[in-house]
């Protein structure tokens, strides 16, 4: 194959998001500042230095490694995420945070949440699988059946932790993937009402996700307990209007929003640039998802089209996931905004994988 030039438009929606990304983030952290200096500055090492830092270095590393790579050691990759996403409930190596177990220690280091290189390992295997099964994966037993067992799998360890939004973006992402492998709708269609009906009994039998559901339908329900976060963060956009209080001038991060930094930055981003940033921001996660699908329609082979689909589809799913449960048309996840809430080791995982499309745009077929 030819190599061209990389994709110069995603890669400069990617600098876009990154640059708001960081100045956003350092803004909604300020609260951090006022309170205890040596937090803020915990926070903004372990997010701009691990997560920006390294993740760069990392998606460098990936843009120049030839994507037949990830195809050869898919399954290592993928086992290796379960291992470590497992590992959590190792004592002393675990961590424990607010009622849930999804952290390994890394000493000094901080903390590395695994469920993000699993998102990453799911999509690299099953893309790979669908690759090498070709044709067949028109058929149940070669399509269904193996996402239908890998969700099992995942599900197992994601619902004890608990972790369900993680595990509502891979069903999500696997599959879009089938669809894209051409798989018969009724056996997607199929798919969709299983996993549907797990949801169900999940919420049913799940007493903080009733909670969320009932506060999704009616956020006025318990305001100082349940639905303080979704209200807090309806005054932040309110009060923003057109074009926003002013750059660091929002006054809901230091005392009511709470985790600003986390996954209600966007919420400190509507207040602080109103509604013209907040529609940038959308349009520019829109512009990042149309490109990217296009890299991924032009893609040389079945394996990179799935592979960028995937990578694109995994992020913009969670993007949209987070400004949708903090604007009140889906219920609250806490999943964080893809490039701008804290998480150094989501945004490191996801500047890997956004170099892995990079490295493919650079094969696009005309």
Do not use: C
Not at 178 to 196: M, R
Not at 354 to 363: A, E, H, M, N
């Amino acid at each position: 194959m030819k190599e061209k030039q990389v994709d110069k438009f995603f890669l400069t929606i990617l600098i876009l998001l990154l640059v708001l990304g960081v100045t956003m983030f350092v803004s909604a952290s300020l609260g951090f500042l006022v309170r205890n200096p040596k937090i803020f500055f915990d926070v903004l090492f372990t997010q701009l230095v691990l997560g920006l830092g390294l993740g760069s270095i990392g998606m460098y590393f990936t843009y120049k490694k030839d994507y037949e790579f990830w195809r050869k050691y898919s399954l290592y990759i993928f086992l290796a995420s379960i291992f470590l996403t497992a590992a959590v409930f190792i004592p002393h190596l675990g961590w424990s945070h607010g009622g849930a177990t999804r952290w390994i220690k890394l000493g000094p280091l901080g903390t590395f949440q695994p469920v993000e290189l699993l998102k990453f390992g799911f999509v690299i295997y099953f893309a790979a699988w669908l690759s090498w099964v070709k044709t067949k994966a028109k058929t149940f037993k070669l399509s269904i059946l193996p996402l239908l067992l890998m969700l099992g799998i995942i599900a197992v360890i994601l619902f004890k932790q608990p972790d369900t939004k993680s595990f509502i973006l891979i069903t999500i992402t696997g599959v879009a993937m089938l669809f894209l492998s051409d798989v018969p709708i009724k056996y997607l269609l199929g798919t969709i009402l299983g996993v549907g009906v797990i949801l169900v009994i999940l919420v049913f039998t799940t007493p903080y996700l009733q909670q969320r559901i009932k506060t999704f339908m009616d956020p006025s329900n318990d305001p100082r307990g349940s639905s303080y976060q979704i209200q807090q963060s309806m005054i932040a956009i309110g009060s923003g209007g057109v074009i926003g209080r002013g750059l660091g001038q929002s006054v809901q991060k230091f005392s009511y929003l709470p985790e600003p930094q986390g996954d209600s930055i966007f919420a400190v981003l509507g207040e602080e640039l109103g509604f013209v940033g907040a529609f940038i921001t959308i349009l520019l996660y829109s512009f990042f998802a149309l490109r990217g699908l296009r890299i991924a329609n032009h893609s040389p082979d079945i394996f990179s089209r799935l592979l960028v689909a995937g990578i694109v589809i995994l992020i913009t799913a969670q993007s949209f996931m987070n400004i949708a449960s903090i604007v009140g048309v889906f219920p609250l996840t806490g999943v964080p905004l893809v490039f701008m809430s804290q998480g150094g080791t989501s945004l490191m995982i996801y500047l890997l994988a956004v170099g892995i499309v990079l490295q493919i745009s650079k094969y696009q077929r005309n």
